[in-house]
């Protein structure tokens, strides 16, 4: 094992690293704690750290002092019994090297049962520049914080937001003047268009049409079968994918294990609820949902009631469940939802007599609605926004559209009516 850890350590430092386009995310330098980055598989989390490795090297640092090891290279079988022997053929390779001057970079470690004691003890004796990345946000979140104490930073990497989108895109854009550009405005709408449909997973950023859906559907595939199937040892994968499903069709509603259980009942297919409860835990553990709580007036009963399911990426979501244009309202509303939840993770829906889609901060009411230019439509949308004002006595509230824009006053209320694309364009879309 050792032979094949030195021939990956020499590939990485004789290699090119790759250069990586920026993201908006930076990881911090010299904070003496590990740097722990999760997200979604195929997000850019990687890169992420090739970004940070490069501005190391660009300031001086050697790559002979850097060490990057992807666990998920096929070559390795390691445990927790041989991960030290990446140390050891470290320093084998450069004897004269202290290791507390390097940087160490554990790319997907989730793989490695027990990594948490690993890092612990490489943090204790060996160096404090550690940086570690994986695809599951509970693991890691329970695993961390028991192990560690307080000795870590977290971030969250996800697909491209709008901005990196356009800007991978190689489209320059600026918000304060080419909005009044009806040619560069049509390109911006094209362009959100595309991303409303297929994401933004960086990959599939760049790929043409005919393979975007089918590179989606993979990435599904490997969520499925690596990041849960395999590690809970799930057998009955049929029947997870069919709960998969059900959750991507029921996108923006409150979902209910409860019916989906019944469901497979009344089909003769045996399946236990807290089994189904446990793959919903295990979806959202892998990036796959994101579940949104209702507002009650008990903290209990917001924490353990009814939710809603919107997916990490709405060209996941496509790949999934296929959309016509009538139902792009689906993608726009779980693409608000994504954009909304990157800002912050303090979210909720609401629902009284009517229903508002997000409350943000306690202080933000948003309705998402494909099209207001019918009436009714849009007397519905503003009946749900006045009442989730009025109830937490906001005055001013927001309906995202596709691309209609307006302002509506009414009962007290100001209603800003706007096209999505234009509050992913803006730095603070979005104010009390």
Not at 12 to 22: A, Y
Request: proline share 3%; hydrophobic share 40%; net charge positive.
């Amino acid at each position: 094992m050792k032979e094949v850890l030195k021939t990956i350590i020499r590939e990485f430092h004789s290699g090119k690293i790759p250069k990586p386009l920026k993201r908006e995310i930076i990881l911090p330098s010299d904070t003496y704690k590990v740097v722990t980055v999760t997200g979604p598989r195929r997000a850019g989390k990687t890169y992420l750290l090739f970004q940070y490795i490069l501005e190391l090297i660009k300031k001086g640092t050697p790559i002979e002092k850097i060490l990057y090891i992807n666990l998920e290279d096929e070559r390795l079988d390691l445990t927790l019994k041989t991960l030290d022997l990446i140390l050891q053929s470290y320093r084998e390779l450069y004897p004269d090297i202290h290791l507390n001057e390097c940087y160490f970079f554990f790319d997907e470690v989730q793989n490695i049962d027990g990594w948490e004691r690993f890092i612990r003890r490489v943090y204790d004796t060996v160096t404090k520049n550690i940086f570690i990345t994986g695809s599951n946000s509970k693991l890691f979140g329970e695993e961390i914080a028991s192990s560690m104490r307080g000795r870590t930073i977290k971030y969250e990497v996800f697909p491209l937001n709008f901005r990196e989108f356009i800007r991978f895109k190689a489209f320059d854009f600026d918000e304060d003047r080419d909005l009044y550009s009806s040619e560069k405005r049509a390109k911006l709408i094209q362009l959100f268009n595309e991303y409303m449909i297929y994401g933004g997973f960086p990959e599939v950023a760049f790929l043409e049409e005919v393979l975007k859906i089918r590179t989606l559907q993979e990435y599904f595939e490997v969520m499925l079968y690596k990041d849960m199937a395999e590690r809970y040892q799930i057998k009955d994968t049929i029947l997870l994918k069919y709960f998969l499903k059900r959750l991507a069709e029921n996108v923006g509603k409150f979902f209910s294990v409860h019916k989906v259980y019944n469901e497979l009942k009344s089909q003769g297919i045996k399946a236990g609820k807290d089994t189904l409860y446990k793959y919903l835990d295990f979806a959202e553990a892998s990036y796959m949902v994101k579940l949104l709580k209702k507002h009650y007036k008990s903290v209990i009963k917001t924490e353990f009631g009814e939710k809603k399911i919107y997916l990490i990426d709405t060209g996941l979501l496509n790949s999934i469940k296929l959309f016509e244009k009538k139902d792009y309202g689906v993608l726009l509303e779980n693409l608000i939802f994504k954009e909304i939840f990157s800002w912050t993770k303090n979210i909720i829906c609401f629902k009284e007599k009517k229903e508002c889609d997000f409350l943000v901060d306690n202080k933000i009411a948003i309705q998402v609605c494909f099209d207001v230019r019918d009436s009714l439509t849009l007397k519905r949308e503003i009946a749900g926004l006045k009442e989730a004002c009025k109830y937490f006595n906001l005055k001013q509230g927001y309906i995202i559209t596709y691309d209609y824009k307006d302002t509506i006053k009414e009962d007290g209320i100001n209603i800003l009516i706007l096209p999505g694309y234009e509050i992913f364009m803006a730095n603070n879309p979005i104010t009390p």
